[in-house]
């Protein structure tokens, strides 16, 4: 549970608490948007969290960290095409330099030829030696 400022911040970002706390006078804190996603990913709340990477992502388009972690968000909400474009914005953002990213992008690939069974198939022509 949230004490002390974190809590207010949350509440009068997220709920119909009272505006004009901290965070809502102050846009330009990036990190706090995303601390606050963290901890809204941790209480199982996807569409708070990604609400709030979201305004992350309006302070700094290019922020590398937020779009991974949006990324994440995506795919765990099952929204996977809109996480394969959020991956390469990530990785676009560091000229292909983030390798979280580009891990990321791999693992999308991988899973999504296990759930269309392509990857099976893939196996089975596979040939060791």
Known sequence: MLTGDAELEMRGRCSAGPKGTK????????????????IAKSRNNIQLSIELIGDAIKVNEK?????SMLGALELKNDDWLTAKETFRAA??????KDSYSALSLGNWNYFAAARSGLLGKLYRNWKLF
């Open 91 to 96: 990785r676009e953002a560091t000229d292909g």
């Open 63 to 67: 922020c590398p960290d937020a779009l």
């Open 23 to 38: 965070l809502t006078r102050m846009e330009d804190y990036q990190d706090a948007y995303q601390r606050l996603a963290a």
